[in-house]
């Protein structure tokens, strides 16, 4: 049998159990925390429209609702609080909220409230008032100019697209090839004098801008402008990270493909013409000699046009006499001087022959 315990050890165990019911009740309330965003950013973009965002899908367990009003209301058609009607959503899940420039109310306090119910639990974001002339974020300079003056001065220019330009107030930075740093300078209007160069240096310029003091209490700058270069040979020097890839883009690319199919098209046009220069035709010669055989009828001196005095001149001017030859028959009791024996030497051939007889077998009749 157990026996009772004392009144200081009762005392010692009922601590150390409020204790642990502190702790647990401690985690529960920070893992509710966990789950539930603790604030809303709410940023106006030029005075053109209002985001308000609370998360992301990675962080956020349940889909938030957002309900704003204005003290005083808008009109008395919206007195009361309104719900969201364009809600931002990254895979279903609420993340904030766009509201068009009819919704938007400056220099009039601001409520939002954003509550969501997960697991029978009511997740809420306290309540928030904000001023949105404090929440603007104007869009970046354009047109940026740069002229040079005398005495070695340059005078940067641009333009803004904010509706009231009048309520901006500017940042330029630069800085030259040869700088590892950027030189930054406040400016209230739209221009910005340089007031010395080095003309072998290579200059960039970026401008930024915010609403001034005068229309609101921000810290929200615009983004950095579209820079502008200035500078010795300031189309293909500077840092590699200063070089406007838009430019090569939009403009280089497209133009040097230009070039190619314009040079392509030419030469399809003008195909016969490389290829023959290219691979020359072989030459065939009869095609020379169509004329002697087709037209002159093989008449060369007329073909190759001798004139036809030189044509006569070269026939020949005289003729020649026939010359007729004949055998006579032998006459009746003569013998054939080959058949009649040899003379004795020493006597002459006319003594032994027979007067009349002739010493030829054939006559000869010429004219």
Known sequence: MDSPLSPSSARKEAGMFLTLIVLLSGRSQRAMAGQSPQDVECILFNDEYLTCTWGSKETLTANYSLYYWYIPPRDENHTAAEECKRYLQ??????????????????????????????????????KVMKL??????????NLT??????????????????????LEYAVKYRSNQDTSWTEHLVSGKIFSFPSVDYEKYYTFYVKSKIN??????????????????????????????????????????????????VLVILLI?????????????????????????THQGNFPEWAGVSKDVVESLKPNYSESFCYVSELPPKEGSTPLWEKPRA???RSPASSSSPGLSLFKNSYVGV
Not at 102 to 115: A, D, G, T
Not at 146 to 163: E, G, M
Not at 271 to 294: A, G, H, Q, T, Y
Request: aromatic share 12%; hydrophobic share 40%.
């Open 270 to 294: 003008r195909m016969e013409r490389v290829w023959i220069i290219l691979m020359p035709r072989i030459p065939n010669p009869s095609k020379n000699f169509d004329e002697l055989f087709n």
């Open 90 to 127: 990254e895979g279903g899940i609420n993340t904030g909220c766009w509201f068009n420039h009819n919704e938007i109310i400056q220099f009039r306090p601001f409520y939002i409230h954003v509550n969501a119910s997960h697991g029978g639990r009511s997740l809420v974001i306290p309540t």
């Open 344 to 346: 004795p030497l020493g």
């Open 133 to 142: 002339q404090d929440l603007v974020k104007p869009a970046p300079p354009v």
């Open 146 to 167: 740069i002229q040079n003056l005398s005495n070695n001065q340059l005078q940067l220019t641009w333009d803004s697209i904010y509706a009231k330009p009048h309520c």
């Open 213 to 262: 003091q005068y229309c609101g209490t921000t810290q929200l700058w615009s983004e950095w402008s579209v820079p502008v270069f200035w500078g010795n040979n300031a189309t293909d020097k500077g840092p590699a990270e200063e070089q406007a890839p838009w430019f090569w883009i939009h403009v280089v690319l497209p133009t040097a493909s230009l070039m190619l199919f314009l």
